[in-house]
């Protein structure tokens, strides 16, 4: 990277990088196509901004040099050949196969196999015209709430470098908050964009599955039937996220993947303004919020109802059940003997240390049911929605997990995911908003903070978020499958609000 930039400097040597840098992602896409910025100086301020960005927080895993070349390939198109993200810096999480470079998923034995091509998405964001230049930091198998790994070391958080940015797209977090990249590539199985979107004050979209591909995006367990790990976007604003999925939802997605059903951008669904009946669940029930989430909720619902919209209210169906049995029975359904396997000869990173205990705990000790988990969910997800119909909901407000934990609390606070996990049992999806900051106030009550329950899980949970006065705290947005455009519409009627917002909280 540091010998890249030169070259690219040299041809913009009135170059002003704090100008583009500053620039939200449309108004960077509309200067690219008008001509009124080149594709040398954007890539240039983003290349400088990560290598800084990376100096204090270990966020890079590898430079993609041949964006370079892929630039000079640009300048040769045609006004009309090029797509939305035409001169676009994007970053990617590790687990993307891009042709000549690992995906190692912090795991050694995927070191040195580099992916013999692009994946589909990558080849997607290509033909829209984005320059894929940097791949990002993972905890080692993806599981964690950490983002470390023996192989590339441990991610700090940006805003607070005794906090972690998340996991398992944490690289992604951490660049993105620190404006390292404008745009970037995640993936989500337990919350892995939504975490660390949250931890770092961005926005994090998790999609249905399969409505985007998963061909070319590395994994340490394969053949997950009832927990879909899925792809999605990462960003400072949610009109980012749109902008990105308007790329993706393209007939190349369909083209390259046959098996990702053809349903272009509905702009018709993203830009309807009517009002929205929209649940609200300020608890789960299974894990009781922070000070500062419980707060979020109440300001969130406050603005909604101010602007026109009803907020009813939402309870969460057998919580206990879908998290504890579905989901990590879903996850491990193998009593974990795949993801063992992968760690076999090599060093197990602390951050998922305790995971692996627990998986090497005799078979009678895990409970797995793996055969009949998908009917079961089945059933489990009409439950769900037959509860959401009864109440004519559009959409459904829930609490983000917040604020960013302290370095070394990811497993054993693992039953907080319950607020993220559950929609990948349920495949729904959903993103996240920030709209406030933890408080001094928050601070003090979180010190009577007990959790329903009292034990270990609840007090780990306390000690991991204390001490994050200024951080970023979000709420989460819900939509039914294949609403993606309502999700994200919902996204942004929150921001806006969140934004215009100057009273009391």
Not at 80 to 88: C, I, K, M, S
Not at 212 to 217: A, E, Q, R
Not at 428 to 450: I, R
Not at 468 to 481: D, E, I, N, R, T
Request: net charge negative; proline share 6%; hydrophobic share 40%.
């Amino acid at each position: 990277m540091k010998e890249a930039k030169p070259p690219l400097s040299d041809k913009e040597p009135s170059l002003d990088p704090r100008a583009i840098l500053e620039l939200p992602l449309e108004r960077l896409a509309q200067k690219l196509q008008d001509e009124e910025l080149s594709l040398e100086g954007v890539l240039c301020s983003y290349l400088e901004e990560a290598l800084k960005v990376h100096k204090e927080v270990n966020c890079l895993t590898d430079f993609l040099g041949e964006c370079e070349e892929q630039l000079q390939a640009l300048k040769k198109l045609k006004k009309a050949e090029r797509g939305l993200l035409y001169g676009v810096p994007v970053s990617l999480k590790d687990v993307y196969d891009c042709k000549g470079h690992d995906s190692t998923c912090g795991l050694a034995q995927f070191l040195e196999k580099p992916a013999a091509k692009d994946g589909v998405i990558v080849k997607v964001l290509k033909a829209q015209g984005a320059i894929p230049f940097v791949k990002t930091n993972i905890p080692q198998t993806l599981l964690s709430f950490q983002c470390s790994n023996p192989i590339y070391g441990q991610t700090l958080n940006p805003l607070n470098l005794k906090k972690t940015p998340g996991g398992s797209s944490g690289g992604e977090g951490a660049m993105l908050a620190q404006r390292g990249s404008i745009l970037g590539m995640g993936t989500d199985t337990a919350g892995s964009i939504r975490i660390p979107a949250t931890f770092c004050g961005i926005c994090g979209f998790r999609t249905t599955g399969y409505r985007l591909s998963s061909s070319g995006i590395s994994s340490a367990i394969k053949g997950q039937k009832t927990v879909t790990t899925v792809a999605g976007p990462m960003a400072r604003d949610v009109e980012s996220l749109v902008l990105c999925m308007r790329a993706l939802l393209s007939e190349d997605m369909h083209r390259l993947d046959p098996t990702v059903p053809f349903m272009p951008f509905r702009e018709e669904v993203y830009s309807n303004n009517q009002p929205l009946r929209i649940g609200y669940c300020e608890s789960d029930g299974f894990t009781q919020p922070t000070p500062s989430m419980a707060r979020a909720m109440r300001l969130t619902s406050r603005l909604l109802q101010e602007a026109g919209h009803q907020v009813i209210p939402f309870s969460i169906p057998r919580i206990e059940y879908a998290v504890q049995y579905l989901f990590l029975g879903g996850v491990f359904a193998d009593g974990g003997t795949t993801l063992l396997e992968k760690l076999e000869g090599d060093i197990v990173d602390p951050c998922i240390k305790k995971m692996t205990d627990m998986l090497r705990l005799p078979d009678a000790l895990k409970g797995f049911l793996a055969c009949i988990l998908k009917y079961i969910l089945q059933e489990y997800k009409q439950e769900f929605i037959a509860q959401w119909r009864s109440l004519d909901l559009d959409v459904l407000l829930t609490p983000a997990l917040a604020p960013a934990f302290h370095t070394g609390y990811s497993i054993t606070a693992l039953d907080a995911s319950s607020y993220l996990s559950l929609y990948n049992v349920l495949n729904f999806p959903a993103g996240v908003v920030p709209v406030t900051t933890v408080t001094l106030q928050d601070e003090e009550e979180l010190a009577f903070y007990k959790g329903y329950y009292g034990d270990s899980s609840d007090r780990c949970l306390r000690e991991a978020v204390h001490g994050s006065v200024g951080l970023p705290v979000a709420v989460q947005c819900v939509a039914l499958p294949w609403e993606e455009e309502l999700c994200l519409r919902f996204m942004k009627e929150v921001e806006t609000l969140a934004r215009n917002h100057r009273g009391p909280e």
